[in-house]
C-alpha cells in the first residue's frame, strides 16, 4: 500500500541543513541540486514515528527499531512537482523562494542579549508532495492518521514557523 501526501506550508519554514552562511546567515535551509527546498524523508519518517507512537507494533514494523530492525515502509523526500520545478529552474527563480529572519534573545531588563541575534534563511509558503510506501495494508489507515496530525515542522516550530496542513490518500 502506498500514501501519496501533500505538505501545505501555511508560513515560513526551515528544515536545516546543518550548514551555515557564514557570517551572513546561521542556518541555510536544506536545497536539492537545482537549489530548490524540500522535506528529507528521513526528517518526515522521524516526525511521523513521533505521532504513531501509541501503536507499538506499527512503529516495530513500519519505522523498525533504530540498530536492531528495519522497518519496512519508504519514505521518499517531499519535493514541488515536477511542472513547478521546472518552472522555477527554467526562469531562474530560486532566489524568491527564500527570505531571511532575524531573532534575538531578550534579558530580564527587556534589552536585547549582547551577541544574540541569529538570522536564519527560511522559504516561502510552499506545498510538497510525497509518498509512503510499502505501508502493510493493516496500518494504512493509522499510517495515514498519523501523518496528518503534523501541524508544524522544521527548525523554531514551537515560535511559528513550519505550520502546515497535511493531506494523503492511500492506493
Given amino acids: 500500500m502506498t500514501l501519496k501526501y501533500t505538505i501545505q506550508f ?5 528544515l536545516s541543513s ?5 557570517a551572513k546567515l546561521d542556518s541555510l535551509v ?7 527546498p524540500y522535506a528529507p524523508g528521513k526528517t518526515l519518517k522521524g516526525l511521523i514515528r513521533e505521532m504513531a507512537q501509541e501503536d ?4 516495530q514494523e513500519c519505522f523498525g527499531n533504530k540498530g536492531v530492525k528495519q522497518g519496512i515502509c519508504y519514505f521518499s523526500n517531499a519535493t514541488l512537482k515536477m511542472q513547478e520545478k521546472n518552472e522555477i529552474v527554467t526562469n531562474q527563480l530560486q532566489n ?3 527570505h531571511v529572519i532575524a531573532s ?10 549582547e551577541h544574540s541575534l541569529r538570522e536564519i534563511e527560511v522559504v516561502i509558503p ?3 508532495h510525497g509518498t509512503i510506501e510499502n505501508i502493510p495494508a493493516q496500518y494504512g489507515e493509522k499510517i495515514k492518521k498519523a ?3 503534523l501541524k508544524r515542522m522544521g527548525l523554531n516550530r514551537t515560535r511559528g514557523l513550519g505550520r502546515c496542513i497535511i493531506q494523503g490518500e492511500l492506493s
Fill in 10 to 14: 501555511l508560513d515560513y519554514w526551515h
Fill in 18 to 22: 546543518g550548514l551555515s552562511a557564514g
Fill in 30 to 36: 536544506i536545497k536539492d541540486s537545482d537549489d530548490l
Fill in 56 to 59: 507499538a507494533d506499527l512503529v
Fill in 96 to 98: 524568491h523562494l527564500y
Fill in 104 to 113: 534575538t534573545a531578550i534579558g530580564e531588563n527587556g534589552i536585547a542579549l
Fill in 126 to 128: 510552499l506545498t510538497l
Fill in 147 to 149: 501523518t496528518t496530525m
